[in-house]
């Protein structure tokens, strides 16, 4: 380890600044004014795994390209792993939240502040690095590496399946290694037992052609935005569970082991709900904060817009409404059967009065992870290595769809190895990623690759 | 009545001409950036009112000015009357529905459209015409009048009441014509029995400090847009009543007479639904359409914004959601105490992990006329003249929450004299007024000023 821990200690510099050219690229998938800035991040992407030393092209999907690097020297014998990130980023609005600009990146207090820097890019380009101090100073991996970065993965990645499927044989591979969550804490990494799944829809409600006066309509004509409110009302019971009916069927019982396991975890309550300055907490009746975020599901309103929003009172009874809701989901629901039931509830409480649409937006499957084998055994002994501490078996409450699909697909083995921070603000202002961990990311994947090349340890799994 | 009526024909179209640029002035009173718009506005009426002949100042308020005109030619015997109209328009947004753009009037099938070209721009400038005629062809009116145009009518009339507790004196009238309603129908005008008032308040719900990720922090942290709709969502019952304790307690009972004389206008139901686009209509149960836009009170949703409401999906956990809230008001109800009632009644149901503020925008008493007297007399044989039939007697559902006000303050009998028709779109997209109500309204204002002079029948009220 030391040729290439030298080489790194030489490289940081140049990685930092590096990372931050990646940064200032604004590659939100999800407006189409930055469809040219996307490709841009993918096609930087395609370069940098070319000048790490590995084959690498920009694969044309239906929407976003997907940015695609090999390196197969370990010959047809050997392993093959799998690295999934992904260089799109969310949208940064509400713009005049952020502290410094989101496409400007800075480092503060010890932290990378940019749209990107946690979620994915700053991760993503973690693995970028190590690979290319290993293929510099060694001339060789001991597996061979894929590194699949996508540009979708904010808009629930519609073209990732059918790429997945298409390439399918090149993609083959025992692991694969995402690094696009967070540690349990500072000091404390982890690896993660499972991700929640997103079920995601827009809930239209019609009421007038146009919007109307208040006073010359209002009391006879309906307001969609009262019926709007009247039907989010009704997704939860007193309890906090949702109300949808069959919603809690496929619902997993967490073995005693697990949930054992989160229990013992250092996690305050009062920390937390201190961190995101809410009042309290809040949620299912029952369950502990940590269980409601990782291991039960959720559904939230994620938007409402309807009629007049500005300065000021303007008396209009609206024409429409909008809800952006979305369910969290647990091992082992089904998002479209989840939608489905939402279609089904929504229709049964929505009155006559007024036109109601449930538009699905995008879904992802809920995952659990396998926690053992030769990769998995890496990754856990590389964390304990740099951070000089066993990682911790955790949760995740957001969602990473494809995982289940490289599972599925590919037979790979998701290990998931994220070195972000608890509030790191991934898809909200001010997001930011721990310049330390640039450093310890990097070391922990060049122990993790370590680890991996003793060859009595390198057994292909059956 | 010959010589004035030649007159109009022979200045109709300089009129339009002139009504136009008074439409093209963006007088939003509700936005500060068009402050210096609405100023302008108020000046182009003080010019007008000079070239009527008229002596006319603008008169400085703690917002936008008053725009005064004054005629004292019929001497300090004579009785006075108050014209009282505004110059201040509604917001035009959203600006996409326009079918021409809302501060470029143009007439359409029979239509002027514009912001502003009914409420109250249109009807305003009936007024300053009709004085422009008369005292042009006959050099004299036979009542003083005072016309008196304000620029805060669209948020509330902040200063108008101090304004004329202020100049008192100097407004003193036996009535006040306004212009600023809807006739029953075209061909059938009408004279108002009653307005609504207007409690118009801001419902804040804050949850955590910030926007969150909803995968990582859903399920544990509480959601202001869903607290929002629960709140909402308990401000009716199911019968559609308003929930508010002592809400009806003021609720006028109306007399027999007055409700016989609604139930024979000519309405029909499915026309007002198809002219609004609504799949159907709906309301408190009891009453029928034109009852609950006239004689019940209401609650609204004006305006709803959470979380994320552009293109795609993004997954936030909103820190704010936001309603702007209405209620319509009925004689004897009182805005502030129904104001005070909606903060008690948001205070019981709102849930302790949140912060909910109801912040008042704005209000207006509700008004009921006294059908009676020589100026209410001269309006309904001028509308008949005018227009051939005798006009009917009906209610408002909008609000002039000044009306009260002046009758209190100055002891004039107010006279609703309305011209737009209904489906005038006046809060809405596509506002218009009937191009051929600019002749037959002044028409009506010609006949109800050579019926005032007649010396037997003007006698000053007791």
């Known amino acids: 380890m030391k040729d290439v821990r030298e080489e790194l200690g030489r490289s940081l510099d140049r990685f930092r600044s590096e990372l931050f050219e990646f940064l200032r690229i604004p590659s939100v998938s999800a407006r189409s004014e930055h469809d040219a800035d996307t490709r841009r991040a993918g096609s930087w992407v395609v370069e940098r795994l070319r000048s790490a030393g590995l084959d690498a092209e920009l694969l044309e999907t239906g929407g976003h390209p997907v940015a695609l690097g090999e390196w197969r020297g370990a010959g047809p014998d050997a392993p093959t792993l799998l690295v999934y990130g992904h260089y799109d980023v969310q949208p940064a609005e509400p713009l005049e939240l952020w502290t410094s600009p989101p496409f400007e990146p800075v480092v503060r207090d010890g932290r990378i502040y940019a749209r990107g820097a946690a979620d994915d890019k700053g991760q993503l380009f973690l693995h970028l690095a190590a690979l290319e101090i290993l293929l510099a100073t060694r001339g060789s991996l001991p597996v061979n590496v894929v590194v699949l970065a996508e540009g979708e993965e904010e808009v629930g990645s519609p073209s990732l399946l059918p790429f997945v499927e298409r390439w399918k044989e090149r993609l083959g591979a025992d692991a694969v290694v995402i690094s696009d969550s967070a540690m349990f804490a500072e000091g404390l ?63 997993v019982e967490w073995d005693e082991e697990t949930r054992a396991g989160v229990a013992v975890l250092p996690f305050d309550d009062e920390d937390f709900r201190a961190g995101t300055g809410a009042p309290a907490l809040s949620g299912e009746s029952g369950f502990g904060t940590l269980e409601r975020l990782w291991m039960r599901p959720t559904c939230e309103v994620n938007g409402l817009l309807s009629g007049y929003t500005g300065e000021g009172a303007k008396t209009v009874l ?23 039931q939402l279609r089904m509830h929504v229709a049964r409480v929505a009155p006559g009065d007024v036109i109601v649409e449930v538009v699905e937006l995008h879904g992802g499957r809920p995952w659990r992870a396998r926690p053992e084998g030769v990769f998995f055994e890496a990754a856990r002994d590389a964390l304990e290595e740099a951070f000089g501490v066993a990682p911790v078996l955790t949760g995740e409450g957001g969602s990473i769809p494809i995982v289940t699909e490289f599972e599925r697909i590919l037979g790979a083995k998701a ?48």
Do not use: C
Not at 199 to 206: G, S
Not at 444 to 455: C, E, G, K, V
């Open 189 to 251: 990494p982890s690896l993660l037992f499972s991700l929640r799944g997103l079920a995601y829809a827009e809930i239209r409600v019609q009421g007038a052609r146009s919007d109307l006066h208040s006073g010359a309509y209002g009391g006879a004509v309906p307001n969609p935005a009262m019926t709007l409110a009247r039907i989010l009302a009704t997704l939860h019971d007193e309890s906090g569970r949702i109300t949808l009916p069959g919603f809690y069927d496929d619902v």
């Open 318 to 340: 609206p024409a429409r409404a909008m809800a952006k809701v979305s369910f969290r989901l647990v091992p082992d629901q089904d998002p479209a059967r989840v939608i489905d």
């Open 415 to 462: 290990i998931l190895l994220g070195f972000a921070l608890p509030g790191a603000n991934m898809h909200a202002p001010d997001e930011w990623f721990p310049d330390a961990h640039l450093e310890k990311g990097i070391e922990t994947l060049l122990a993790f690759y370590s680890r991996l090349d003793r060859p009595d340890r390198v057994v292909r799994p059956a």
